[in-house]
């Protein structure tokens, strides 16, 4: 697939911004991120520091800032490189974000409390001793305010108890694709160029918009075809909060009847070199989905990137909510690696106008 420029195709933009809805377009209309205090996420590690002499985990509240500015700051009061600094993952910018950082030890605790800098400052510091790596936590919690809502407002209680109930497609969020979805460009340039960034941090950020595009273009025609909550024949499997998998050549009743019970879920692809691949009517879904994308997944092979495979469904933990007027207040729990845009755009029609220009 070439083109003569680096506009990205049309069909990108739509599986990146604008995938299929698993309920329909919502009808009730508002608007998100009037200030960073509607947004805020927490995350959860999922374990608990261990004492450890060889690096410090801090806890950081952010508001309005990039978690790499951050992490440059804690580096440059560490007296360390910016790569020596370890955080799980990247968070919303346009939010009050609580994350976790870990530096090499070398100052105190104490010296950590103290200290804060534009856009943050650090809640917590303990002993560790390991460095923390992209990844490890165990999800987010999340606390949204969406105001001026308008429209069919009566039809959010009934659509957020379905969602509750069966969890919400786990597209990836429009974030990952960058600011007016500049990332599809730069995977458009990739193609033409044959060449990846130089840079490390760039070229990680291009390969995972690539990945997942893919992933969405898959999720998106699941979810047209009204197959994203139920198991195909051939099916890649998912097991329910971890990230093993296992072949299904067919489907038996008491393997449905796990899905519907949410305990399986069905997976679609993060492309790459080897992996587990679907067979049968999952494969056939599968390719004719991918077909457009075929210089895509060949150049993720040849990167080098292993490939891996990722739940279509995503369930809500601990969903909440109220109206307040005109506010619909939200608060939920999200697995690792899930987008909250990915619940928001199915319970409301958002003015994302607010949101960063990129994932953090």
């Known amino acids: 697939m070439t083109h003569s420029s680096t506009a990205p195709p049309g069909e990108w933009v739509a599986a990146a911004l604008d995938p299929p809805y698993a309920l329909g377009t919502p009808v009730a209309t508002g608007c998100l991120r009037v200030s960073p205090a509607d947004f805020v996420v927490e995350e959860q590690l999922g374990f608990a520091p261990d004492g450890g002499v060889a690096h410090i985990l801090l806890s950081v509240e952010k508001t309005d800032a990039n978690t790499l500015y951050v992490g440059r700051a804690l580096a440059r009061f560490a007296g360390v ?56 936590l165990a999800g987010n919690r999340f606390r949204i305010a969406v105001r001026d809502l308008a429209g069919d407002v009566e039809s959010l209680p009934p659509r957020l108890e379905r969602l509750a109930a069966g969890g919400v497609p786990n597209y990836f969020g429009p974030q990952r694709f960058g600011s007016n979805a500049a990332n599809l460009s730069r995977i458009q340039e990739w193609l033409t160029s044959g060449r990846l960034p130089r840079d490390r941090e760039a070229r990680g950020f291009l390969l995972s918009a690539a990945r997942s595009l893919a992933f969405n273009v898959v999720l998106g025609a699941r979810v047209a075809q009204g ?24 489907v038996d009743e008491p393997l ?15 492309p790459g ?76 029609a958002c003015d994302v106008a607010g949101l960063p220009g990129g994932e953090d």
């Open 81 to 136: 490189r910016a790569a020596d600094v370890g955080f799980a993952g990247l968070k919303d910018r346009r939010a009050v974000a609580r994350q976790w950082f870990s530096v090499p030890a070398g100052r105190s605790p104490e010296e950590w409390l103290a200290f804060e800098g534009q856009g943050f400052r650090v809640l917590e510091a303990k002993p560790h001793s390991r460095k923390l790596k992209r990844g490890a």
């Open 227 to 250: 197959s994203w909550q139920r198991l195909l024949p051939g099916e890649v499997v998912n097991l329910a909060g971890s990230g093993s998998v296992f072949l299904a050549e067919s």
């Open 256 to 270: 449905a009847a796990r899905c519907d019970a949410l305990d399986v879920h069905p997976s679609g692809p993060l």
């Open 273 to 348: 070199r080897g992996g587990m691949a679907p067979v049968a009517e999952a494969a056939a879904v599968e390719s004719a989905a991918l077909a457009p994308l075929q210089a895509v997944v060949a150049a993720l092979r040849e990167a080098g990137i292993d490939a891996s495979r990722r739940a279509l469904r995503l369930l809500i933990g601990d969903l909440a909510w109220s109206i307040e007027g005109d506010v619909l207040n939200l608060s939920f729990a999200l697995s690792r690696g899930a987008f909250a845009t990915a619940v928001l755009r199915e319970i409301v």
